[in-house]
Every structure is written in structure tokens, then in C-alpha cells.
């Protein structure tokens, strides 16, 4: 090898690694565009049953059956945000979210109840904590800056909104379009099994994220009863942001069940400690257990072995790998990129042994 090949190699090598750099750089400056045709994927994904019925059943053809799939979508999730925010401004109003200095007595009087309610039943407090005053400490200005900058960031929410709905539309109406954007990639003698392993994804894929919603649907009626029976006070929109919270892993239900605590005790602040606050709380409680354990074990192991088809350990072990590597991103989308590996190696590598034991229910 003469000089002229080993300079050739490095400029080589240099200029690959310049490209992956360019490549990199501009991926990570239309990373919202990438965003976009994510959401779109799952929704397309979540409203490709919709459109089979649509289409197969009811013999609609091709373009209207996207669009009365993207109306249906899109009439779901007009009444939920109808139904939601109204009663998130009620819930602001309740909280007096928008009164700094009120807001803040309500906080620390809840917890002065807790502490004289705790030092009553002869449960020992640190008395520091008690002294501490911590709640006075913390700066509750932020909330109204963070209302403010939900509100402004509102245009940017109508944009994304429409761009995931018109990417959702050409997702449904040419199935294939997808497919032959990643074929453009990959080679003649691989295409075929790419075109299976796509196929098979795409329906796996699709069963999880209704499921997903079924699953939430569940969770979302459980509170929603029980918050109801209670009597606090907008149950509908707090029994909502729980059961959604719950699409995060082991983090959502941990969230979830100290959002419910906190707006179930604060629904009742003005009442007595002791004979309304806590007994309600602790029966809300019960109920918010009561849903984990119906999603635990009836929900969750469902939706995994239907859809993805795989073990509830090995989903465990999988989503708690992710979440170490990833955090709440590696949570989220821990499932679907498995199955989606999986599925992959058994139509590239199927004669290897390890895969053959992981996908043998594929």
C-alpha cells in the first residue's frame, strides 16, 4: 500500500465522518419535523382499525375512509380538550392558582392540619419540619409564569397539530408510502423481507396503541367512579390526567397517585381534618389501588400478550433496561422499539437460537 492509497483512505474516512457530523447536525435541527411524523405514525397507527372497517366492511373508498377516520380522530379529541379544559380552569379557580398569596395560605394551612392531626394521634413530628414553615419558602410566582407560557405556546400547539393531522391523512390514505420511502434504503435481495418485517410491525404496532387506549379508558372510568363517589370536586378532569399519566411506566402511577392525594385534600380544604379530608383521601386512595391492581394484572398483562406478544418479565425487564439507559423517554418508548427489534431479528436472523427462543410467539 503506497502512500497515495493511505492518503486516499484517510480522506475517505475523514469525509465520512464529515458527512455523519452534517447528517447528525441536521437531524437535530428538524427535530420537531421528526417529532411530528412520529405522533403522526401513532396515530395513524391507532386509527388504521378505524379505516380496515371502513373500508373492508363498510366498502367506503380509499380517500373517504381516511377522512372519516381523521373526523372521528379528531371529533375524539375535540370533546376531550371541550371536556378538559373547562374544567382545568376550574380546577385553576379552585386552586386559586391565579391569587399568589392565597394559594400560598391554602398549601400551608393544609399542612399545618396535617402536623396538628399527626402531633394529636401522639405521632411524632420533627420538630423542625414543624417550625420550618417550609411551604411560606417556596416561590409560587412560578405558576402563573408557567399558566403564561402554556398560553403562548398555544400557536405552536395549533401548528404541530396541524401538521401531525396532514401527515396522519397521507400515512392512511397511501399505506405505502412509508414503506417505500424505507425501501429506497435497502437492497433488492433484502427488500422482501423488509416489506414482512414492516407489515408485521405496523400491526403489532397498531394493536398496542389501542390498546394503550383501552387501557387508559379502564383506569380513567375506575377514577373517575370513585372520585365521583367521593364527592371531589372535578373527578372527571383529575381521573383523566391519572389514567394518562399512567402510559409512563412505573414513574406515571407514582405521579399519578400524589397528583390524586393532593387535589383530592385541597377539593376539601375548608372542611375539618380529621372527620372529612382524611377519611375521603384515604378511601380515593383505596380506589386509585384498586384501579393499579385491575391494570396490573388484567389490563397490562392483556394488552402485552395480545399485542406485542411478549412475556409481562420480559416487558418488565425490558422497560426497566430503557428507563435506566434513557430515563422518562426510554419508559415511554421502550415497548414498541422492542417489538420492533424483535420482529425485525426473526425475519433477518431467524436461524440464530437466541432469537428463535425470543421470538417464538411472533
Known amino acids: 500500500m503506497n502512500s497515495n492509497d493511505i492518503t486516499k483512505g484517510i480522506l475517505k474516512s ?49 380517500t373517504l375512509a381516511v377522512i372519516v377516520t381523521i373526523i372521528v380522530l379528531i371529533g375524539l379529541l375535540s370533546g376531550l380538550v ?5 374544567l382545568v380552569v376550574e380546577q385553576g379557580h379552585n386552586l386559586t392558582l391565579l391569587n399568589i398569596t392565597d394559594l400560598q395560605t391554602t398549601i400551608e394551612s393544609l399542612n399545618h392540619k396535617v402536623i396538628s392531626y399527626l402531633s394529636n394521634k401522639n405521632i411524632e413530628v420533627n420538630e423542625s ?16 409564569d408557567f399558566l403564561n407560557s402554556v398560553v403562548s405556546g398555544f400557536g405552536s400547539f395549533s401548528i404541530a397539530l396541524f401538521s401531525i393531522i396532514f ?18 434504503f435497502v437492497t433488492d435481495r433484502n427488500e422482501d423481507r423488509t416489506k414482512r418485517s414492516m407489515n408485521k410491525i405496523k400491526d403489532l404496532l397498531s394493536r398496542y396503541f389501542v390498546g394503550l387506549v383501552l387501557q387508559i379508558t379502564i383506569l380513567f372510568i375506575i377514577y373517575t367512579i370513585v372520585l365521583l ?17 399512567n402510559l409512563i411506566p412505573y414513574v406515571g402511577p407514582m405521579i399519578s397517585v400524589v397528583l390524586m392525594t393532593f387535589l383530592t385534600m385541597t377539593s376539601f380544604i ?29 389490563s397490562q398483562p ?25 430515563g422518562v423517554v426510554g419508559l415511554i418508548v421502550a415497548i414498541p422499539l422492542y417489538t420492533s427489534i424483535k420482529v425485525i431479528l426473526k425475519e433477518f436472523l431467524s436461524e440464530n437460537k437466541i432469537v428463535q427462543k425470543l421470538t ?3
Open 82 to 86: 371541550g371536556l378538559f379544559i373547562p
Open 229 to 245: 363517589l367521593f364527592g371531589v370536586n372535578n373527578a372527571i378532569v383529575i381521573a383523566f390526567l391519572c389514567a394518562l399519566l
Open 302 to 326: 392483556f394488552i402485552f400478550s395480545k399485542s406485542v406478544k411478549s412475556h409481562p418479565l420480559e416487558i418488565f425487564l425490558v422497560i426497566s433496561i430503557a428507563g435506566v439507559l434513557f
Open 167 to 184: 401527515i396522519s391523512f397521507f400515512l392512511l390514505k397511501d399505506s405505502k408510502l412509508l414503506e417505500q420511502g424505507v425501501l429506497t
Open 129 to 144: 419540619l414543624a417550625k420550618s414553615n417550609l411551604f411560606s419558602k417556596i416561590d409560587y410566582s412560578v405558576i402563573p
Open 270 to 298: 375548608g372542611s375539618d381534618f380529621q372527620t372529612v379530608i382524611l377519611p375521603k383521601t384515604i378511601f380515593v386512595l383505596i380506589g386509585f389501588l384498586i384501579g393499579q391492581l385491575v391494570d396490573n394484572f388484567f
Open 360 to 362: 417464538k410467539n411472533l
Open 14 to 62: 475523514i469525509g465520512y465522518i464529515i458527512g455523519v457530523l452534517v447528517l447528525l447536525l441536521f437531524l437535530y435541527n428538524i427535530q420537531s419535523v421528526i417529532l411530528y411524523l412520529v405522533i403522526a405514525a401513532i396515530v395513524s397507527l391507532i386509527g388504521l382499525p378505524i379505516f380496515n372497517f371502513l373500508k373492508n366492511k363498510l366498502k367506503f373508498n380509499n
